[in-house]
T-cell receptor, first 113, second 115 residues
Framework: DTGVSQNPRHKITKRGQNVTFRCDPI?????LYWYRQTLGQGPEFLTY????????KSRLLSDRFSAERPKGSFSTLEIQRTEQGDSAMYLC???????????FGPGTRLLVL | AQSVTQLGSHVSVSEGALVLLRCNYS??????LFWYVQYPNQGLQLLLK??????LVKGINDFEAEFKKSETSFHLTKPSAHMSDAAEYFC?????????????FGQGTELSVKP
């Protein structure tokens, strides 16, 4: 069990650029979650997948954000036309749909200049 | 709707002293409750969870928490603080069987441990 992995760990970009993050869940987990954590705050739910289906999206997920999980394994989160307010830690978590505990990756820290 | 309030954004204790981190929740249905710990530049690690079994829950590293429905609380305690306990602690609630089990987090409490 290698745990949840996220790449890259850090990303610095200029305002207006597009960025994409990747999350690899624990291999047998069918649920995958994305959260955003700004400085000094708790994580906030963005979206989740069961297998390849995206079942819920938060109102925080504006139309500049898109997430995919094409084969029910890894997931990508893309932010288009980044804004300074997008600067945050983006956390991925996974689990089986029969368990309540979510297992978190180390996060991708995004800084938009 | 569910929500979590953590009382005190910063708590400082001396090494060997009791740790008490406060969490109150709001939920219209019986919740599942969690405490996670986050070390700098890392993800979240589960300390313990309440899932409607025993109200006193024991977790890793001698942490424990008690679910008190009448007080809508789930406070985290540890009898004797270690320097290595210095971190950010998050309380979270979920309605597991509905809403996909998404977690609603409090704003966090930073624990400092003085030698």
């Amino acid at each position: 069990d290698t745990g949840v992995s996220q790449n890259p760990r850090h990303k610095i970009t200029k305002r207006g650029q597009n960025v994409t993050f990747r999350c690899d869940p624990i291999s047998e987990h069918n649920r995958l979650y994305w959260y955003r954590q700004t400085l000094g705050q708790g994580p906030e739910f963005l979206t989740y997948f069961q297998n390849e289906a995206q079942l819920e999206k938060s109102r925080l997920l504006s139309d500049r954000f898109s997430a995919e999980r094409p084969k029910g394994s890894f997931s990508t989160l893309e932010i288009q036309r980044t804004e300074q307010g997008d600067s945050a830690m983006y956390l991925c978590a996974s689990n089986l749909d029969v368990e309540e505990t979510q297992y978190f990756g180390p996060g991708t820290r995004l800084l938009v200049l | 709707a569910q929500s979590v309030t953590q009382l005190g954004s910063h708590v400082s204790v001396s090494e060997g002293a009791l740790v008490l981190l406060r969490c109150n929740y709001s939920s219209s249905v019986p919740p599942y409750l969690f405490w996670y710990v986050q070390y700098p530049n890392q993800g979240l690690q589960l300390l313990l969870k309440y899932t409607s079994a025993a109200t006193l829950v024991k977790g890793i590293n001698d942490f424990e928490a008690e679910f008190k429905k009448s007080e809508t609380s789930f406070h985290l305690t540890k009898p004797s603080a270690h320097m290595s306990d210095a971190a950010e602690y998050f309380c979270a609630v979920s309605i597991f069987r509905n809403q996909g089990g998404k977690l609603i987090f409090g704003q966090g409490t930073e624990l400092s441990v003085k030698p």
